[in-house]
């Protein structure tokens, strides 16, 4: 019985990447479900009153304003850019840009199919497009998250690995934040942008580190 336990956890250590990928896939697959009924669900509505409940000031809105900037192209294509030319493994630099290109390529064609449209009741700023998935969550999810899987695999330095890891996830969300809470997306479209974010991220570090880093 000890045995068949001890194989169970060293199976599931083992196979944890693709079942994350499987969980993230069907969470994301039961939210596209209600975008495609035209379904706006409780979450959305839970989520957007308790940030604009807790967070929403005059303080507030000016930061959430930067801080969605880092979402956005402008600055994605110049890291990526300074990214190619200031690290000396190229092929490192030609993974972060072929990423942002997937990502983006991705998001856009997810958007068009599902074709929901943006929150009207209520906004900061004034953004056009579909809503689903949130563009700033789900490019920033795999761009900002494939540096931190970098970052975990190169950084030999513990304290500056760990800390660049927590600022990169942090990071992450506050830019998912900060999208609903200018009122340009609904919660589940920067949940939606997330999780397939993450499944993606799972296949798409597995073929850089096969067929371009360990080469």
């Known amino acids: 019985m000890k045995l068949k336990i001890q194989d ?3 199976w599931l250590l083992k ?6 990928l499987f969980i993230c896939i069907i969470a994301f697959l039961a939210i596209a479900e209600s975008v495609w009924n035209k379904e706006i669900m409780t979450i959305d ?12 000031s005059d303080v507030v809105t000016p930061v959430a304003k930067v801080i969605t900037n880092f979402g956005g192209a402008i600055a994605l294509s110049l890291i990526a850019i300074i990214s190619l030319i200031t690290i000396k493994d190229k092929k490192i630099g030609l993974s972060i840009c072929l990423n942002l290109i997937i990502a983006t390529a991705l998001n856009i064609l997810l958007k068009n199919i599902l074709q929901r449209p943006r929150p009207t009741e209520f906004s900061l700023i004034n953004e056009s497009g579909y809503s689903f998935p949130s563009g700033h969550s789900m490019v920033s999810m795999a761009f900002y998250g494939f540096i931190i899987y970098l970052t975990y695999k190169y ?15 942090l990071l992450i969300f506050s830019i998912g934040i900060s999208r609903i809470y200018l ?3 609904y919660t589940s479209d920067v949940l939606g942008g997330f999780l397939i974010s993450i499944s993606y991220l799972v296949v798409y570090t597995r073929i850089i580190k096969r067929f371009v880093l360990e080469k």
């Open 15 to 20: 196979n944890s990447k693709w079942l994350l």
């Open 183 to 185: 009122g340009v997306h």
């Open 45 to 56: 509505i839970i989520g957007y009153k308790v940030i604009s409940n807790l967070l929403i």
């Open 155 to 169: 950084v030999k330095n513990k304290k500056i690995k760990w800390t660049l890891i927590i600022i990169l996830s």
């Open 8 to 10: 169970l956890k060293d």
